[in-house]
């Protein structure tokens, strides 16, 4: 199907330009949210009428974004999430995540605005793209951490998983291997 876009697309084209898609991705994602129209004659012309004013209308959502991206850009968000000894995570972080996250802080962020290329799973800080306006993009920093004192360190930049040297983890499994009452000292107290 032939298009026109109302506003810039990503992967797809500028304002203005006529375009063929699939007919599935016009229909269920161009069409409903005014991001295009069929190009027909009656809509070119329509689209030659209104240009100046969809292109003001751009130029308007784009500032604000500008300004949310100012604010936005560089700030580092926490998230808390239960993960291994070794830093993997029980599950992973997902945009939705992420957006609650950055809400919680203030900001509008829908889940479509954060675009992951794979899924966040494991402990540490994570650089992430926010998506304010097709043409404004801003980076952010997850914290992701087991507790609130592990990521205030990891902020400060030190290793959370690096702390525990061989001998400790040696120490820690023996205890967990003698219970109480059980073990050498079990055995001498008894006899």
Do not use: C, W
């Amino acid at each position: 199907m032939q298009v026109i876009l109302l506003e810039r697309v990503e992967k797809l084209g500028q304002m203005g330009e006529e375009v063929k898609v699939k007919n599935g991705f016009a229909r269920n994602f161009l069409l409903p949210k005014r991001k295009a129209l069929r190009a027909t004659k009656a809509n070119r012309e329509y689209f030659q009428t209104q240009k100046a004013h969809l292109e003001a209308r751009n130029l308007e959502r784009r500032s604000e974004a500008q300004k949310v991206g100012e604010k936005l850009e560089g700030k580092t968000f926490t998230l808390l999430r239960q993960a291994g000894d070794r830093g993997q995570l029980y599950g992973s972080v997902s945009p939705r995540d992420i957006s609650e996250a950055i809400s919680n802080g203030g900001f509008s962020i829908s889940r479509t605005q954060v675009p992951l290329d794979h899924a966040i799973k494991s402990i540490g800080l994570h650089p992430v793209s926010v998506v304010l306006h097709p043409e404004v993009r801003v980076k952010v920093t997850m914290n992701v951490a087991r507790t609130e004192d592990e990521a205030e360190r990891q902020a400060r930049g030190e290793d959370v998983l690096a702390e525990r040297t061989p001998e400790q983890d040696a120490a820690a499994s023996a205890e967990g291997l003698f219970e109480e009452g059980a073990g050498p000292e079990a055995e001498g107290a008894s006899a």
